[in-house]
Every structure is written in structure tokens, then in C-alpha cells.
């Protein structure tokens, strides 16, 4: 029996699609179809249930299941044992995360994971919006929202702070603000409120501010240039704007917000090697990030 081909049941099991198993695997869809047909011919057994909405395992699929990953448990302590086992780590990893930390933050920090494991392929996701560990759009998430339920492993990866910034040309050209009073009389750059992918991000509300907002985005990085250019006054993850040299900082001691970051992994991949590898590599960096991230300065 080839367990190349078992590996690509393993995967399609867990995700359920062509096309999902294929893009863990690093392969197009067709070979991972071509694996399991030939898998399936060499039992003598049809191991999947085809269907419009995906794949699901037949009875026999059900039985084989524990026993494969008896064997990838077992392959990935051989390979942990070997001498450069750190080379040896390969296959694809899709990480999902919120706009600003993964474009400031995980887009750099990332390099660093390619580097150790040089055959390792990641893809990032940072995006203005939720990504759906239930849709199969990524392995891991990094999200606002904690999960109430699912079949998910779920950490808290780290808390970081927001605060009101402006550019120094708006602070010059208007009124000065010395009091949470003082910003009725400014313009504010925020979310569009309808398509805001966090409720997490609703802060207007919080503080005694205008009604006026000049300019709304769903990306909290066109939100920074539209306050750096001048548009208004905004709430800003510390991250990303005390770094900004055209930004100041509005009522420091008055205005800080806390917010926190939730890490998710499908249970079912928790034992796959360079998932946990890329896991515990997202919490090293936070960790190491912490006086960034909490903007202890």
C-alpha cells in the first residue's frame, strides 16, 4: 500500500473538498482525485461518498480513518527524530488574519517561519473581514471574535491597544483638543458600520465625540492614510500608527483601547506537523511583540 496515497485520504477527510485537501497537500485537485481513486481500487473499497457539497467518508472511509492517523502520528515522530529535522518539513500552511495584524505585524514575522523551514510554503490571508475556518478558507485564523463553539482549538494569542490619532498638519489647522469634550468639534475617520466584520471595532460610540465622519473604509489601513492625509481624527491599532512619523497621538491619557486576538485551528489538525510548527511559532512572535502590540512606551 502507497502511503503517499493515504496521506491525500487523510487530508481529504479532514477537509472535505478537492480542493482544500489540494491546497494543504501543495498540489492541484486532480492529483489529490487520482490518489484517492487509486487508494480506493487497491482495497477494493469506495472510501468517500461524492457529493455537490463535498466529500464525506463511506463506513469503510470511517474504519480506515484511525488507522491512518495511527500512521501520520507515528511518520511525524520518525521525522522529528531525524537528524535537520527542521528541513525536512514540508506541505502548505494558509493562515488567516485580520488586515492590520497581518499585513503589519505576520507579513514580516513570516519570513523568519520560511527561513527555519525552508520547505515549508505559507500562504497569508490579511484581510478586511472574518476568515472562515468553516468554509475551509485557511488552517489557522487569527480573529477578533472568540468562537462560542465548533470543533476548533482556540487560544488567546495576545491583547493590544488602539488610540486616537491625527496628523500633525489637522491638529495645526484646527480647534485643539485638551478634553474628550473638545472632539465634538472634529471630523472622524472610521468603519463603515454595516460592513464592519467585528463589533470589536465599533468605537465612536465610546467616546464623546461628533456625529461627523468624514471618511469611512472597511480597511483600517486606508483608515491610517486618510488620517495621515488630513481627513480626520481615528482610532488606530498602536501597532501600526505609533510607527506612522506623520501621526500624533489625541488624549493618550484618556483614550486606550484594549482589544484582544484569538487563535483557531481545526481540531482535526492539530496533530499535523507543520500545522502545530506554524501554531507555536504565531505565539512565539506575539509573545516577542508584546511591547509593540501593548504600546508600552
Given at each position: 500500500?502507497?502511503?503517499?496515497?493515504?496521506?491525500?485520504?487523510?487530508?481529504?477527510?479532514?477537509?472535505?473538498?478537492?480542493?482544500?485537501?489540494?491546497?494543504?497537500?501543495?498540489?492541484?485537485?486532480?492529483?489529490?482525485?487520482?490518489?484517492?481513486?487509486?487508494?480506493?481500487?487497491?482495497?477494493?473499497?469506495?472510501?468517500?461518498?461524492?457529493?455537490?457539497?463535498?466529500?464525506?467518508?463511506?463506513?469503510?472511509?470511517?474504519?480506515?480513518?484511525?488507522?491512518?492517523?495511527?500512521?501520520?502520528?507515528?511518520?511525524?515522530?520518525?521525522?522529528?527524530?531525524?537528524?535537520?529535522?527542521?528541513?525536512?518539513?514540508?506541505?502548505?500552511?494558509?493562515?488567516?488574519?485580520?488586515?492590520?495584524?497581518?499585513?503589519?505585524?505576520?507579513?514580516?514575522?513570516?519570513?523568519?517561519?520560511?527561513?527555519?523551514?525552508?520547505?515549508?510554503?505559507?500562504?497569508?490571508?490579511?484581510?478586511?473581514?472574518?476568515?472562515?475556518?468553516?468554509?475551509?478558507?485557511?488552517?489557522?485564523?487569527?480573529?477578533?471574535?472568540?468562537?462560542?463553539?465548533?470543533?476548533?482549538?482556540?487560544?488567546?494569542?495576545?491583547?493590544?491597544?488602539?488610540?486616537?490619532?491625527?496628523?500633525?498638519?489637522?491638529?495645526?489647522?484646527?480647534?485643539?483638543?485638551?478634553?474628550?469634550?473638545?472632539?465634538?468639534?472634529?471630523?472622524?475617520?472610521?468603519?463603515?458600520?454595516?460592513?464592519?466584520?467585528?463589533?470589536?471595532?465599533?468605537?465612536?460610540?465610546?467616546?464623546?465625540?461628533?456625529?461627523?465622519?468624514?471618511?469611512?473604509?472597511?480597511?483600517?489601513?486606508?483608515?491610517?492614510?486618510?488620517?495621515?492625509?488630513?481627513?480626520?481624527?481615528?482610532?488606530?491599532?498602536?501597532?501600526?500608527?505609533?510607527?506612522?512619523?506623520?501621526?500624533?497621538?489625541?488624549?493618550?491619557?484618556?483614550?486606550?483601547?484594549?482589544?484582544?486576538?484569538?487563535?483557531?485551528?481545526?481540531?482535526?489538525?492539530?496533530?499535523?506537523?507543520?500545522?502545530?510548527?506554524?501554531?507555536?511559532?504565531?505565539r512565539e512572535m506575539a509573545e516577542d511583540s508584546q511591547a509593540r502590540l501593548l504600546a508600552a512606551r
Amino acid at each position: 500500500m502507497d502511503w503517499d496515497n493515504l496521506r491525500y485520504f487523510l487530508e481529504l477527510s479532514r477537509a472535505g473538498r478537492l480542493t482544500t485537501a489540494a491546497r494543504r497537500l501543495g498540489v492541484d485537485h486532480t492529483t489529490v482525485s487520482r490518489r484517492i481513486q487509486a487508494l480506493e481500487k487497491s482495497l477494493g473499497v469506495t472510501l468517500f461518498i461524492r457529493q455537490t457539497t463535498g466529500y464525506t467518508l463511506t463506513e469503510a472511509g470511517r474504519s480506515l480513518l484511525p488507522q491512518v492517523e495511527l500512521m501520520e502520528g507515528a511518520s511525524v515522530r520518525i521525522e522529528q527524530a531525524l537528524p535537520n529535522s527542521e528541513e525536512q518539513l514540508s506541505g502548505r500552511v494558509r493562515i488567516g488574519a485580520t488586515e492590520g495584524y497581518g499585513t503589519i505585524m505576520l507579513a514580516g514575522q513570516l519570513s523568519g517561519l520560511s527561513q527555519r523551514y525552508p520547505h515549508l510554503h505559507l500562504d497569508l490571508l490579511a484581510l478586511p473581514r472574518a476568515v472562515r475556518l468553516s468554509r475551509h478558507e485557511a488552517d489557522i485564523v487569527i480573529t477578533l471574535e472568540r468562537p462560542e463553539r465548533g470543533p476548533f482549538i482556540i487560544t488567546k494569542l495576545t491583547d493590544y491597544v488602539l488610540r486616537l490619532y491625527a496628523s500633525k498638519d489637522y491638529l495645526e489647522q484646527h480647534s485643539p483638543i485638551r478634553r474628550r469634550e473638545d472632539l465634538a468639534k472634529h471630523r472622524f475617520v472610521s468603519y463603515i458600520d454595516d460592513l464592519v466584520f467585528s463589533k470589536e471595532l465599533l468605537f465612536l460610540d465610546e467616546i464623546a465625540g461628533s456625529d461627523e465622519v468624514s471618511l469611512r473604509s472597511t480597511s483600517v489601513l486606508a483608515q491610517q492614510e486618510a488620517i495621515a492625509a488630513g481627513a480626520g481624527i481615528g482610532i488606530l491599532p498602536a501597532f501600526s500608527a505609533d510607527t506612522d512619523s506623520r501621526l500624533s497621538l489625541v488624549l493618550p491619557e484618556q483614550i486606550r483601547f484594549i482589544r484582544t486576538f484569538w487563535m483557531l485551528m481545526p481540531i482535526e489538525l492539530k496533530d499535523i506537523a507543520r500545522m502545530r510548527v506554524t501554531w507555536d511559532y504565531l505565539r512565539e512572535m506575539a509573545e516577542d511583540s508584546q511591547a509593540r502590540l501593548l504600546a508600552a512606551r
